[in-house]
């Protein structure tokens, strides 16, 4: 980017468009084309993010977990995490999740909202949700009950995802990867099921992975216009 596109992006962003607030603080996160500054990063997205910003609230929640430019306050990273999820963004959706999930700092585990949220994530297709889903069920951990076809459903849809996107499809630990890990924790719920519980299973996957597909379909077809 250059300095003249630069300093028009300040510009726009001091006179309040929450986008250019958004991008703003991405350069300096990022260190596109000005000096890194985690601060002045927090700064802009906190200004986008007041404005509603769903963008600008999920990295503003992160700079909140990991300790970058805002002193760490996880209770802090979930309120603007949940801003940003209410408003459908899948990312947020998952990482407000796993806070409820595994219990971090002063945000206590609380199963039913980890799923709620991992399930809105999920049902965007996203694959880290679909297989902590897979581990929820699987384990009935967190006061969510140990359920064998759910936990096959949810790992059915998170190796079909590993299996579309290159990007997670890499060897990883000798394993063959997260896309191999869900196939093999899937196969081992089949084993605790009787044969019809598969066959219903298997059933059930196909018709949420024909929601996901159209949901995915739809937003590719609006990031494309």
């Not at 290159?166 to 063959?176: H, K």
Request: charged share 25%; net charge negative.
């Amino acid at each position: 980017m250059s300095n003249e596109q630069i300093s028009d992006l300040k510009r726009k962003a001091e006179q309040g468009d929450a986008t250019a607030q958004y991008n703003l603080g991405v350069l300096y996160e990022t260190r596109s084309g000005v000096e890194e500054d985690d601060i002045q990063a927090a700064q802009w997205y906190e200004k986008a993010a007041a404005q509603g910003h769903a963008e600008a609230q999920f990295h503003l929640g992160l700079l909140y977990q990991f300790d970058k430019g805002v002193p760490h306050d996880s209770v802090t990273a979930a309120q603007w995490y949940e801003k940003a999820a209410v408003q459908g963004h899948a990312e947020a959706q998952f990482r407000l999740g796993q806070l409820y999930e595994i219990g971090f700092d002063n945000v206590q585990q609380d199963g039913t909202q980890a799923v709620k949220w991992l399930e809105q994530a999920a049902a965007q297709g996203h694959a880290e949700a679909l297989g902590t889903l897979g581990h929820m069920y699987f384990d009935g951990e967190n006061g969510v009950p140990q359920d064998y076809m759910r936990a096959y459903i949810w790992y059915s849809l998170a190796a079909a995802i590993w299996t579309d996107d290159a990007q997670f499809s890499e060897v990883s630990e000798g394993r063959g990867g997260r896309q191999a890990g869900a196939v093999y924790a899937r196969d081992e719920s089949a084993r605790r099921m009787t044969p019809a519980l598969v066959v219903e299973a298997q059933r059930l996957a196909q018709q949420c992975q024909a929601r996901i597909d159209g949901r995915r379909a739809e937003t590719r077809s609006k990031t494309s216009r």
